[in-house]
């Protein structure tokens, strides 16, 4: 599974892995919809640890999870980024608009 999620309260951690490309973001971004609709929490950390690859489609995938999150007053942290994914992310300027670390 590319995404391993665990919550507990209003706090989801979800850590994604392998590539996070074309092929891949649909099955990503259900996931996260559905833990996210399961938990309902105020804080999702991304966690990109095992992350491999990033194309644009990580884009979407993390911007689809904060418009969920701001929809429930929520926040989105992202950790452990690999240089590769860093680039793609920051770039689209998504570092402005959640927290990374």
């Not at 995404?3 to 209003?10: F, P």
């Not at 999870?65 to 950790?79: I, S």
């Amino acid at each position: 599974m590319a995404v391993t999620c665990t919550g507990e309260g209003r706090v989801l951690r979800a850590a994604i892995s392998g590539e996070v490309d074309h092929h891949r973001a649909r099955a990503i971004m259900e996931e996260l919809s559905r833990q996210i609709d399961l938990e309902l929490p105020r804080s999702l950390t991304l966690d990109l640890e095992g992350v491999t690859f990033m194309d644009s489609s990580g884009i979407a995938v993390l911007l689809r999870a904060y418009r969920r999150l701001g929809e429930l007053g929520g926040a989105v942290k992202v950790v452990h980024v690999p240089a590769q994914a860093g680039k793609v992310l920051r770039a689209a300027g998504l570092d402005k608009l959640m927290e990374f670390e």
